[in-house]
């Protein structure tokens, strides 16, 4: 029976690699169908927006269940805030530092210099401000409280869900043994969304061809030839930030290998390359980061908490495209100026994290506010902002991971034994239901030894 068990795993898993085999000859497909027919490429846009539509759709009741589940098995409310206080602290400090990393880099390739605007580019650029519009602090904390308790999961929005669900969770750990059977319920509506989400990855090729094909016949290679500057010396920042700063921080803190950790969440990686936005890959990082040894409290606070407010690539890129546009211009901004700004743009950014295209309108949006000039600039960078977005997604991704990681070890709710075995790829994750069956709510080793070897037969 158990080999019998493991060799039904075995072969699942193969067919979900090959799944993901699919989806990057998809890209390549895309690449070439916007090149040689640009026309029929552009038409293909629907398809790709389909796909992320159709993973947005499953954002809400993802967050709702693993933030119940996790908040109302937790036996003490100091716990919970414990957890999501180290969180904020933590997401404020890295945004900082991916700041000032974006700034000095910044200011060192003088990216912008020598380039000139045009009477388009400059209708672009006021085009994305309008679209931005002006988002105070008031408005903000505003936004985060929904319609009715109901439309949180309805509309989509993250942070308002993150609310209902904080709100459900702490009702039922008050409830004790009178809520237990309503948290079995959420559980197995959890398994249920997961195993909606595994069907609907069965997509990915689709998506990923007509986003693919649809973004290169809209932009060719005239733009990215011109701009290639500006790319490689955001990707190389973003590279840079994730393997040096993070990755010295995980092992320094936690003893993990950021590359282990990052080869282990290489599938995500390559959803989101083809996506171009991390919430695509947000309901299997929460799977994944609780198979990995992260207790389930953990993970439900920290990974959505981490996608509004822990923005490392979208701060490295707002700090070098505002330099670029500013350069661009022959206007420079002062080292002040640049601080003040940035520090506005990132707080407007909050809740706008793995939103295709968030960061354009954010960056338009801060320049309206504090250097109007400035806007026209913004048209120089939407032919290759889809690129761009596809770096800061994938930084914000990493950025997330590695907290999560770092905040279990901090609390102790982190297996490290089990992180092992995981990331050597003795425990393998589960593709066809996304739920890890062994691996309990709490975390004690003396608790969680059964269920690794139930795991590993």
Not at 141 to 160: H, N, R
Not at 380 to 395: C, K, N, P
């Amino acid at each position: 029976m158990t080999t019998t068990t493991a060799g039904v795993r075995t072969r699942r898993s193969d067919r979900t690699h090959f799944l993901y085999l699919a989806v990057i000859a998809a890209v390549l497909g895309g690449i070439a169908v916007g090149l040689l027919a640009p026309g029929f490429a552009v038409e293909l846009k629907p398809v790709g927006t389909g796909f992320v539509n159709l993973i947005k759709m499953m954002i809400s009741p993802v967050i709702f269940c693993t933030i119940v589940l996790g908040v109302g098995s937790v036996t003490k409310a100091a716990k919970v805030g414990r957890v999501g206080g180290l969180a904020l602290g933590y997401f404020l400090v890295m945004s900082t530092a991916a700041l000032g990393i974006g700034l000095v880099v910044g200011n060192l390739i003088d990216p912008g210099s020598g380039l000139h605007l045009t009477a388009a580019l400059a209708k672009s650029g006021h085009a994305q401000a309008a679209t931005a519009g002006a988002t105070g602090t008031a408005d903000f904390l505003l936004g985060i409280i929904p319609t009715t308790m109901f439309s949180a999961l309805t509309e989509g929005k993250v942070l308002q869900t993150l609310l209902v669900a904080l709100l459900a969770g702490f009702a039922l750990q008050a409830m004790g043994s009178v809520g237990a059977p309503v948290l079995r319920g959420v559980e197995h509506l959890q398994r249920l969304v997961f195993r909606i989400m595994s069907m609907i990855m069965w997509l990915a090729p689709v998506g990923a061809f007509g986003a693919m094909a649809a973004v290169v016949g809209a932009t060719g290679t005239a733009a990215l030839k011109s701009l290639a500057m500006i790319m490689i010396g955001f990707y190389t920042t973003c590279a840079i930030f994730v393997v040096v700063v993070l990755g010295l921080l995980l092992r320094l803190v936690a003893g993990v290998n950021v590359f282990a950790l990052l080869r282990y969440l290489g599938r995500e990686f390559l959803l989101i390359l083809s996506t171009s936005s991390s919430e695509s890959a947000l309901p299997r990082l929460i799977a994944k980061m609780e198979h990995v040894g992260v207790s389930r409290p953990v993970v439900g606070i920290t990974v959505p908490t981490g996608y509004s407010f822990n923005l490392d690539g979208t701060a490295i890129y707002l700090t070098m495209a505002s330099i670029f546009i500013s350069e661009a211009l022959d206007k420079p901004m002062p080292l002040g100026q640049q601080l003040s700004l940035l520090v506005f743009m990132v707080i407007a950014s909050k809740g706008a994290a793995g939103v295709t295209g968030a960061g354009l309108a954010t960056l338009a949006g801060g320049l309206q506010s504090h250097r109007p000039e400035l806007v026209d600039g913004v048209g120089l960078i939407v032919g290759i902002d889809r690129f761009m977005s596809e770096a800061r997604a994938l930084t914000n991704f990493a950025g997330n991971a590695v907290a999560t990681v770092l905040i279990g070890h901090w609390t102790k709710e982190l297996d490290h034994d089990r992180m092992r075995e995981v990331l050597a790829g003795r425990l393998p994750f589960d593709e066809t239901t996304l739920v890890d069956t062994g691996h309990t709510t709490e975390l004690p080793a003396q608790q969680e030894a059964p269920g690794l070897e139930k795991t590993a037969a």
